[in-house]
């Protein structure tokens, strides 16, 4: 049995490391520019114009997705438009949140078999003392949350 829990940061840390990330990967600097991307929208009730660093992960289909438990993935619940700031490249783009337990789980366990364990945990933003078993990673991403965003390029 795995032990399962989201890796948390404080807002503090959040707040210092996030202007960096935005900065570094805009420049497009090594492998960072590969494993973050920076999303660009206005939140939908607020109207204010947001820019959130996250990780970066690269779907069958070609298209770029995110996985979060934050708030702010309610903006893309019913798709909504965006840019991605993908190294030096900005992308206008169309994020369409998935919430099904099932199809989120299945999704963290492909990245997992295709990076590893260890480097997709910590994308992914969780601790696990080992591989997770299916209905456990279903569980966990049923308690906290956990979502998908994925996003598709827009003309």
Known sequence: MAEISATHLSDR????????MRVLIRTGVGSLS??????????????R??????????????????TTPSGFR???SEGWPAQLQLGRQLVAVEG?????PGAVADRMFAILDDIGLKRGARNLG?????RPEQQELVDF???????IIDFRPTE
């Open 49 to 66: 114009s947001l820019r959130t660093p996250v990780s970066r992960f690269d779907g069958t289909d070609g298209l770029v997705f995110t």
């Open 34 to 47: 590969r494993e973050m991307m920076v999303i660009n929208w206005t939140g939908r009730r607020s109207g």
């Open 141 to 147: 991403v049923a308690e906290t949350g956990w979502s």
């Open 96 to 100: 369409h949140m998935i919430s099904d």
């Open 13 to 20: 840390l959040l707040r210092l490391m996030n202007p960096v």
């Open 126 to 130: 969780i601790n696990m003392s080992a």
């Open 74 to 76: 309610h903006n893309f």
